[in-house]
């Protein structure tokens, strides 16, 4: 139904979320569906601040319902609704079929990742079933794949056979072993009107994702916004401390371009020199011991968990045994939240958490921390930057990796009114991304 997004595109704390719930409440006879990163920011914010628009988020219901069903039951009932991103992107044909009956108003706050890399198979096996012409590549279908192979259950290769079917799984035009999984665009088809809130959503995968598919994007000017913008880059400018630890610079002084990339943290691994540069932050804590308590970090995730699931294994870091990088993920205890239904659940949370996915977006609960250690340096996935080159879409890479920063580092402290925050960017390319965009050095 929609070909046009509308995109609200103003700097963190701007009030982005603010306004559209205001435009929400002043346009109560519209029919919502917002979406946003956190489970927490859809159960709770959206739920306790639209004010007269009565938003519910899909549950676990008492019957047994899964949250999809109980999606499908909301939507079929013309509700207002608040979900997050993977929920959202997860929605089947039954569930657009109502979106697009009652003419719901989508609102997604901060961008989706609509294409992601596809690696469930190693390449190798990719090749030989490319090879035997298993697998076909449409190129005017923006090179959608088909697996023309009719496998039994349980075939190894079942997985690969269903995502194909079901026309998500996409490939360069050369070689034809990498692969990425996309949402079918019918997800943002079937919405009346479409909402992006977000900044930089033009060097964004999203944005890359609808152009790709056809869609055309209109930035909405708001005089207040473009006002508050200032604002908050002067007070970042003021309150933004960016600080060196010289035995990790020079450590890193003579690196490539690519170091701190997700590649030379692997070569690290398997060097096993990956805690070398905790060990510079961690000394450096240690001089600093303001920031002992108040940090967090960030780092590629295979560093701070273990992949084997089924048999403890000390990740990488905890091995190390680092005085004030021990226990990155937080310690896990239990306790009783009350769902948007009023009835209560135990889950288990994660305390004193030092670590964050680089990713991370849309929390507040990190605001108290007042030193950030942005030990990564960010690329578009490979893959994914081929395939988006193959067809015609150039991703910047220096903006694109300053948008994620920016993102990350605005978890902290410094998203509060007068907060002052101390951060510690290992990469001199994105420090420098850093610097330019602040306009200091």
């Known amino acids: 139904m929609t070909k046009e997004i509308k995109v609200i595109d103003y700097v963190m ?4 979320t ?31 601040q639209c004010g007269s628009i009565s938003m519910v988020s899909p549950v676990v219901d008492e019957r ?61 096996d990719i090749k030989d079933l490319s090879e035997r012409g298993d697998l076909l590549v449409h190129e005017d279908m923006n090179g959608r794949v088909s ?80 006002d508050k913008t200032k604002e908050v880059k002067e007070r970042i400018r003021t309150n933004l401390k960016i600080v060196e630890v010289k035995a990790a610079d020079n450590y890193l002084k003579n690196t490539y371009k690519a170091a701190l990339s997700h590649s030379w943290w692997n070569t690290m691994i398997k060097k096993n020199t990956a805690t070398d540069l905790f060990k510079f932050c ?19 995730k295979v560093l701070v968990s273990s992949e084997n699931k089924q048999r403890r294994t000390k990740s ?19 306790e009783e939240i009350l769902d948007t239904q009023g009835k209560k659940h135990k889950v288990k949370k994660t305390v004193n958490i030092k670590w964050l996915f680089s990713g991370t977006k849309a929390t507040n609960d990190f605001c108290d921390r007042k030193m950030c250690f942005y030990l990564i340096n960010v690329y578009p996935n490979l893959a994914v930057q081929h395939y988006l080159g193959d067809y015609g879409l150039k991703i910047d890479e220096d903006m694109y990796a300053l948008s ?11 998203r509060t009114e007068g907060g002052e ?12 991304l850093l610097q330019d965009w602040i306009g200091i050095h």
């Not at 704390?13 to 982005?16: A, D, P």
């Not at 999606?71 to 697009?100: A, D, P, V, W």
């Not at 961690?282 to 108040?294: A, C, F, I, T």
């Not at 994620?404 to 410094?414: A, P």
């Open 64 to 124: 047994g319902n899964t949250k999809s069903q109980h999606m499908l039951e909301l939507l079929k009932e013309g509700l207002n609704i608040s979900t997050t991103h993977t929920m959202f992107k997860n929605l089947r044909k039954q569930h657009l079929k109502q979106i697009e009956y009652w003419g719901y108003t989508l609102i997604i706050d901060e961008t989706v990742d609509f294409i992601e890399s596809y690696n469930d198979y190693n390449q190798a």
């Open 316 to 334: 990488v870091l905890e091995k190390a045994k680092l005085r004030y990088f021990s226990n990155p993920l937080g310690e896990s205890v239990t």
């Open 18 to 48: 603010k306004y559209i719930f205001e435009y929400m409440q002043a346009n109560p006879h519209k029919k919502y569906i917002y979406v946003t990163p956190l489970l927490s920011e859809a159960e709770m914010r959206a739920v306790e």
């Open 404 to 414: 994620e920063m920016l993102q990350f580092i605005w978890r902290g402290n410094i």
């Open 421 to 432: 925050m101390t951060v510690y960017i290992a990469s001199p390319r994105m420090k420098k």
């Open 282 to 300: 961690s000394n450096w804590l240690n001089n600093n011991l303001e920031h002992k308590d108040s940090f967090f970090f960030t780092c590629p």
């Open 147 to 226: 697996m023309e192979w009719d496998i039994s259950e349980g075939n190894t290769y079942e997985d690969l056979k269903g995502m194909c079917d079901a026309g998500l799984v996409y490939s360069t035009k050369k070689p034809h072993t990498m692969l990425n999984v996309q949402v079918p665009p019918v997800i943002i088809d079937a919405a009346a009107e479409v909402f992006v809130l977000t900044y930089l959503y033009e060097h964004s995968l999203m944005r890359s994702f609808m152009d790709l598919h056809g869609f055309t994007h209109k930035k909405l000017i708001i005089p207040h916004l473009e």
């Open 13 to 16: 704390g701007t009030g982005k």
